[in-house]
């Protein structure tokens, strides 16, 4: 199988006037078509530095990163992002702020508008099209931002703490319904976040980095039934227990080296 993204000795250095500082070293990591992986560790170890090596936005100082097979050379719609700030422009509608994806990517056509009400409606957003974001709650807004990004049809979605900002209840809802979307659409996701039982209860897979540089430090499998099982439900299981001890011993070793 060809894999969604492709990371092989990537290292990235920031390089300012003054100095040049080490970011992520050495990171190997594939993910496969349809997998959701996630990125955890301590602050500064390079998650959002590796999202965006994958995404293009940044080019990194050394190793190569494939997305489906093709070297990554700047942005792509192959690739969707999603960040803590939902980023809707505060003058435009709904329905337009979920067009703009589409119309900076240039795939906006007469069947957009159909696809737009379609994904507002799998979203519970129906008949949100013409009000406008200061109407909507925190939730809503990211819902509408993953409209946004779903409607130009990436295969690999890039998700920075798209939760952060949100309640816990709201959060709890919002996992649940990126899980399903992304499965049915057989979407490839990385996802960057601090929150532990938010990774295990999403992923198929959790990667844990260190820092100063960041490393992977380990990568943890989730296994069965909690893998399969809806993130809300999923917390539920012996298994996320389990899992989460086995990751919590590992980052406290972490910040044991520091
Ligand atoms: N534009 C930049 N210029 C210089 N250094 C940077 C820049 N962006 C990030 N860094 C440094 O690179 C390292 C990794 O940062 P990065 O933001 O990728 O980590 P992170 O794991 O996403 O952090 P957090 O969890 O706090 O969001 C940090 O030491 C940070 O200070």
Sequence with gaps: MKPAVELKQITHAYVSDREASLAIEDINLTVYPGEF??????????????????????????GTVTVNGHAVEGTSPEVGYML????????LSIQKNA???????????EASAVLIEELLK???????????????????????????????????????EPFSALD?????????????????????????????????AMSD???????????????????EPVRSTEPFL????????????SIWHEMEKISGKE
């Design 168 to 200: 816990y209840q709201t959060k709890l809802k919002l996992e649940n319904l990126i899980v399903k979307t992304l499965k049915e659409r057989r979407k490839t996701a990385v996802l960057v976040t601090h929150d532990l039982s938010e990774a295990i």
């Design 122 to 160: 799998e979203m519970d957003l129906a008949g949100y099209g013409s009000f406008y974001p200061q109407q909507l709650s925190g939730g809503m807004r990211q819902r509408v931002a993953l409209v946004r990004t779903l409607a130009a049809d990436p295969s690999l979605l890039l998700l920075d």
């Design 37 to 62: 992986v996630s990125l955890i560790g301590p602050s500064g170890c390079g998650k959002t530095t590796l999202l965006s090596i994958i995404a293009g936005l940044l080019q990194p100082s050394k």
């Design 234 to 245: 999923a917390r539920k299981e012996p298994g996320f227990n389990e899992l989460f001890h």
């Design 84 to 91: 803590q700030q939902d980023y809707l422009f505060p003058w």
């Design 99 to 109: 067009l703009l994806g589409l119309e900076l990517t240039g795939g906006l056509n």
């Design 205 to 223: 897979r959790v990667v844990l980095l260190n820092r100063n540089p960041g490393r992977i430090h380990y990568v943890f499998d989730v296994t």
